[in-house]
């Protein structure tokens, strides 16, 4: 029996959350009709997730400037979670040396700090999982309102290469879209571990850090393949407002230059 008809006998599906929780009280609902209840009804499905311990939330630049429930991750019923203070990641990641090589925010650095508390945050929920071993992984921000069923998708990848990663087919900005992917074991763990390629991105291209880039570079690097959807999720602010998002999907001749892209890093 091949290795491809033992995951589709009892595959198992991990779905990691990362970051801060934020909006999960509004953007629950769509997380469970959406992307748990259709991961459990295709294989064994657990939660992950790793959260910073947030109080307060103070961003200019989405006019967000209130208190955070800091036990809001537990709407999630996860069956493993880890807790952080933010902020001590930055030193870990040097980020004053990352932020030495440009802002690509232009907001003196807020957002690449959070761009580096993201990655940090990813990394670990990614570890978490991979010491399950699972099939397929679901890694997923909590502060999304996800608009369509994950079904289809999944099921490519219970059947589909470890080192196949599925990620949305809009908003590439140069790059690809790291809003959220859905991955082989293989793929998953290039992608969730991309905060230890920061330096090489930087003495490669000389900075700054643009998340949706920097994606595109960690996974050529590895040589994943890489596939679109159509799936859409829209950020969902502390106060339950969505943010109207551009889906547009990328050109044809974006996804023909990441192509030969892939094989030039």
């Avoid at 459990?40 to 499905?45: A, D, I, K, V, Y």
């Avoid at 880890?82 to 003196?108: M, Q, T, V």
């Avoid at 793929?187 to 880039?213: M, Q, V």
Wanted: aromatic letters at 10%; charged letters at 25%; glycine letters at 6%.
């Amino acid at each position: 029996m091949t290795e491809n008809s033992n995951k589709a006998l009892r595959p198992r599906i991990a779905i990691g959350f990362f970051g801060i929780t934020r909006s999960l009280k509004w953007t629950l609902p769509s997380i469970q009709k959406n992307i748990i209840a259709p991961a459990r009804e295709l294989g064994e499905t657990r939660l992950f997730a790793h959260f910073f311990q947030q109080e307060h939330i103070n961003n200019p630049r989405t006019g967000e400037n209130q208190s955070l429930d800091t036990n809001e991750y537990q709407l999630l019923e996860c069956d493993e979670v880890e807790l952080e203070k933010p902020g001590n990641c930055l030193a870990r990641a040097n980020y004053d040396w990352i932020l030495s090589h440009g802002d690509a925010f232009h907001d003196e650095g807020k957002s690449l700090a959070n761009l580096i508390h993201q990655l940090h945050s990813l990394q670990h929920v990614g570890r978490m999982i991979d010491a399950w071993q699972p099939d397929v992984m679901l890694l997923v921000r909590p502060d999304l309102t996800y608009h369509d069923n994950f079904a289809k998708v999944i099921a490519k990848h219970v059947v589909s290469s470890s080192t196949k990663l599925t990620i949305p087919d809009w908003q590439w900005y140069g790059g690809y879209n790291d809003r959220f992917a859905v991955c082989g074991r293989d793929a998953g763990r290039i992608y969730s571990n991309r905060i230890e390629l920061i330096s090489d991105y930087l003495n490669k291209t000389g900075g700054p850090l643009p998340a949706e880039r920097f994606l595109r570079f960690n996974l050529h690097k590895a040589r994943i393949s890489v596939k679109a959807c159509s799936l859409r999720a829209s950020r969902t602010r502390v106060n339950g407002k969505i943010i109207e998002e551009n889906f547009k999907p990328a050109s044809l001749g974006k996804h023909l230059k990441r192509a030969l892209l892939k094989y030039f890093v």
